[in-house]
């Protein structure tokens, strides 16, 4: 990616009790063969960072990213963020949810489709809308 832009409005610290164990990153950027920017989940765990894109790219290229507009965890076990993005496509603006999984253990994220198209289908257009439709943390 790059011009890369993080949102810290929608980025956070992750803690394991009083321990800081990861720091959660969102934003946008320009990727390669991506017809316009595209949004993207970082999560950084000591010294390494995994980073994958999300709207705008590859499934969810139909929809250019505005950037994200809320960030939290929806469940625990297995730990799953939910993220809004701010999306546009030829007929309108809209909130994307979107459901990423994060294995702690080799710090990797990944898109969880199914439950990323439950959140569109309900209707979600928060965090805690996402929460009642797939589970709490």
């Known amino acids: ?20 164990v990861a720091t959660v990153l ?4 320009d990727m390669p063969d991506a017809i316009a920017a595209g949004c993207f989940i970082a999560i950084q765990q000591g010294g390494d960072v995994e980073l994958i894109p999300t709207l705008g790219y590859g499934n969810y290229e139909a929809e250019t990213c505005g950037g994200p507009l809320a960030v939290g965890i929806v469940t625990s ?6 993220i809004v993005f701010r999306g546009y496509s030829r007929e ?5 949810p979107l459901v990423v999984e994060w294995n702690r253990r080799d710090n990797t994220l990944l ?5 990323s ?4 289908d309900g209707g979600a257009t928060s965090i805690a809308a996402m929460r009642r439709l797939i589970g709490r943390p």
């Open 111 to 115: 898109i969880d489709d199914v439950l």
């Open 92 to 96: 309108a603006k809209t909130s994307v």
């Open 26 to 29: 969102t934003g946008h950027g």
């Open 117 to 120: 198209t439950k959140a569109w």
């Open 77 to 82: 076990a297995p730990v799953r963020f939910g």
């Open 1 to 20: 990616m790059t011009d890369v832009e993080i949102s810290k409005t929608q980025s956070f610290r992750v803690v394991d009790g009083a321990r800081q």
